[in-house]
């Protein structure tokens, strides 16, 4: 890996667009916009890197994240409680702190009612991050690819790195408009017992291949009526990573956004603590479901991971 790729691609864990000019490694449908000469490999290591060092340094013992409230949070029909954190990030757009939110929680590592193993959470998660992010979010109703760069190899200490471009499109209740985040997804593997899902926003307005950043879902046909209404771009950037510890396993999540339009930040800041709780009993809720079908580690949708 060369120096002067690592170097281009450093200090990206931030609410704050990538450019496909110049951000992320060049494909084909990118090509009216890149000029880039980033690796892939290079890419894909300076994201999971920098966001197990974030976690690491910022969720960790003396890090930032204070906090929220006062103790667990209840996500059923997660059996595990979920500790909400939160803190103030310096350094992101144009110098602007970043509102940053965090959860933690700690699962017993079993295929059983209210839980999951790792190989359950490493299919759920790392592998099809995004679609199946579609399957256990109800309020996500498309998750569009626009790019993927496949399987990124030879990627320091991580194994299955894939890198793809997404929109992932959110239904908000009239009279608001629908949201969607165009993210770099960054998903991979150290050893078996640890994954990590970096997601990073990038700017698709100029690019013919994005469905919603470009405006071209409102002319196709082939979508749902109310896939074809006005968006609003939003901003969303995180950080999600597993691990195996002893017989729990340890999902710790953090994330800065910024839905944009008419939605204060004050009132934003107010309703996340509550999301991203409920997001893990969505997961557990789906993952059962999943289970109960014999679509992971039984037909070869799964990975093998314990």
């Known amino acids: 890996m060369a120096n002067d790729d690592v170097a281009q691609t450093r200090n990206i864990i931030y609410k704050r667009a990538l450019q496909p000019s110049s951000d992320v490694p060049p494909h084909p449908k990118l090509v009216n916009e890149t000029t880039s000469s980033i690796s892939l490999s290079a890419f894909a290591a300076t994201a999971l890197n920098e966001g197990s060092a974030f976690l690491n340094t910022e969720l960790g013992p003396g890090g930032r994240f204070k906090v929220k409230g006062k103790g667990e949070r209840k996500a059923s029909p997660s059996a595990a409680g979920v500790k909400v954190y939160a803190f103030d990030r310096p350094g992101g757009t144009h110098g602007r702190e970043e ?18 193993t790792f190989s359950e959470f490493d299919f759920g998660l790392r592998a099809e991050h995004s679609r199946h992010e579609l399957e256990y979010t109800p309020d996500v109703f498309d998750a569009f690819e626009v790019v993927d760069y496949g399987v990124a190899k030879d990627v320091e200490e991580w194994d299955d790195v894939e890198v793809k471009v997404m929109e992932m499109c959110h239904h908000i209740p009239f009279p608001l408009l629908n949201r969607v985040f165009a993210v770099v997804v960054v998903t991979g593997r150290k050893t078996s017992k640890e994954l990590v899902v970096v997601q990073i926003p990038i700017d698709l307005s100029r690019i013919s291949a994005a469905r919603y950043s470009s405006g071209a879902h409102k002319k196709d046909s082939s979508l749902q009526r109310r896939q074809r209404k006005g968006v609003v771009i939003g901003e969303y950037v995180s950080v999600e990573r597993c691990r195996l510890e002893s017989e729990e396993v340890v999902w710790e999540m953090a994330t800065a956004s910024d839905a944009k339009g008419y939605v204060p930040m004050s009132i934003q800041k107010m309703a996340l603590p509550g999301k991203i709780t409920l997001d893990v009993g969505l997961f557990i809720r789906w993952i059962t479901g999943v289970r109960k079908k014999g679509d992971v580690n039984g037909n070869g949708n799964g990975t093998t991971a314990s």
């Open 99 to 116: 509102a940053w939110f965090a959860r933690v929680s700690r699962h017993r590592h079993a295929a059983e009612p209210g839980t999951a």
